[in-house]
């Protein structure tokens, strides 16, 4: 149960039930997360992933805060996560049209942030996860689930049916366990108006652990990698006015519309936009939100981007899906495995995280991609303000908002007994 430091206790576990049957769709984050703590629980979990074993799609860094964090020490993964860590400790920031420069000590800023942020590649993270339950779990790649009835029985692309006691969709912002149970995805979602690129390109000659980007009205263009990797990361976020009309399968329209929102720029973007032509993996969406008032129903429940995604790249979504995933399975635990008890407790455990994580996103898509030049100023001057302060007093300031920058270090983790070792 996640809760704030002031939040209930949490219940005392049930009489334990047989151990239930558990699908989970989607084996990125939230997937095994929720696995690893469902068997730790004594349950037999399944996991489909509709991509291929061990599929390596580019990605982009994440952030794991304290309390994700706590989660993946419990785990036994926390040596892992922290060797793959990104690195990054310098951003060089240039604001278009005036071309001066802001240097920013980034681990000075994560400090005041956080007391054990990590960032991480999505697909390190993936990785170390999927290593860590792949013993104990049974997950079916190259698989989607087609089908899902009242009564547990699943109906899959390429497999026969399965009877299940409990599913759980795991499959990212455009769940296909959501779409079948909840609705269309447009009766919850909500356009923050941006929209997000990431490609994976030759790694040049710049020294690791530095991101460079540039800064412009409504436009931000970037370029990182880790000490790890053999290649970079091309990073792109605009907000252009309006909805853009595009197929999220229609790859060179995508490119395109990089290209109409960029391709004005000089300097390093034109190569940027050049390498992104012909690069192997690419990354396009639209920075929407989930406003759903409920994420389970029946046998189903939703847990992190599939429930309640606050807006990639803007809220911090990576931290609360690992905590919504050990709240999940907690709850699970602490209920013998009923989900009439489990569902409505991790959804009240979580609402109140969740909520003050969409009022963040929806202020972060604004501040991050400013709309004017005094406002691209505002974000480069107060970032770099905040790592001159010493340490103690940049966190005092951040603490004084914790449904702002300090919303994911104040949340304090629910013990529960039945997933003790």
């Not at 793959?84 to 278009?96: D, K, N, Y």
């Not at 000075?108 to 792949?134: F, K, N, P, Q, W």
């Not at 029985?153 to 049916?161: M, N």
């Not at 603490?399 to 529960?416: F, P, T, V």
Request: charged share 20%; with cysteine.
């Amino acid at each position: 149960m996640a809760t704030d430091a002031t939040g209930p206790t949490p219940p005392e576990p049930v009489g334990r039930r047989a151990p239930s049957d558990i699908l989970i769709s989607g084996a990125s984050v939230a997937g095994p997360v929720t696995a690893y703590w469902l068997h730790r629980a004594g349950h037999h979990v399944t996991v489909v992933e509709q991509s291929p074993p061990r599929r390596r799609t580019g990605g982009h860094a994440v952030d794991l805060f304290t309390p994700a964090m706590d989660i993946i020490e419990r785990m036994g993964v926390l040596e892992a996560v922290q060797d793959h860590a990104t690195g990054t400790e310098r951003l060089t920031v240039r604001r278009e049209h005036t071309g001066r420069e802001a240097t920013i000590d980034m681990t000075r800023l994560m400090g005041a942030l956080s007391d054990r942020h990590v960032e991480i590649m999505r697909d390190d993270l993936g990785a170390i996860l999927y290593d860590a339950t792949r013993a104990d779990v049974e997950y079916v790649f190259d698989e989607r689930i087609t089908g899902l009835t009242d009564d547990g029985v699943a109906t899959f692309e390429r497999g026969p049916e399965r009877r299940f006691d409990l599913v759980i969709g795991a499959d990212g912002l455009h769940s296909g366990v959501r779409g079948l149970v909840f609705g269309a995805e447009t009766e919850y979602s909500r356009w923050l108006g941006g929209y997000i690129a990431v490609a994976s390109i030759p790694r040049g000659r710049g020294p690791a652990g530095h991101m460079t980007t540039l800064l412009g009205v409504n436009r931000m263009v970037g370029l990182y990698s880790a000490r790890h990797m053999t290649d970079a990361r091309a990073f792109f976020l605009f907000r252009p006015g309006a909805e853009l009309a595009y197929d999220h399968r229609d790859v060179p329209r995508q490119k395109q519309l990089l290209r109409e929102a960029f391709g004005d720029l000089d300097g390093e973007v034109p190569r940027l936009l050049d390498e992104v032509d012909r690069a192997p993996a690419f990354y396009f969406d639209a920075i929407t939100q989930l406003a759903m008032d409920h994420w389970t129903r029946g046998r189903v429940a939703l847990v992190g981007d599939a429930g309640y995604c606050p807006g990639p790249a803007v809220g911090g979504s990576t931290s609360l899906a690992v905590v919504g995933a050990y709240t999940l399975a907690g709850e699970l635990a602490a209920a013998g495995g009923d989900p009439a008890i489990a569902y409505p407790a991790y959804e009240a455990a979580m609402r109140d995280y969740v909520h003050r994580s969409r009022g963040f996103a929806t202020t972060m898509a604004r501040r991050l991609v400013p709309g004017t030049r005094a406002g691209a100023w505002m974000l480069t001057s107060g970032t770099s303000l905040l790592t001159h302060l010493p340490t103690a007093l940049g966190r005092r300031l951040v603490a004084l908002g914790s449904g702002g920058l300090g919303l994911h270090e104040s949340i304090e983790l629910c013990h529960y007994p039945a997933l003790a070792p």
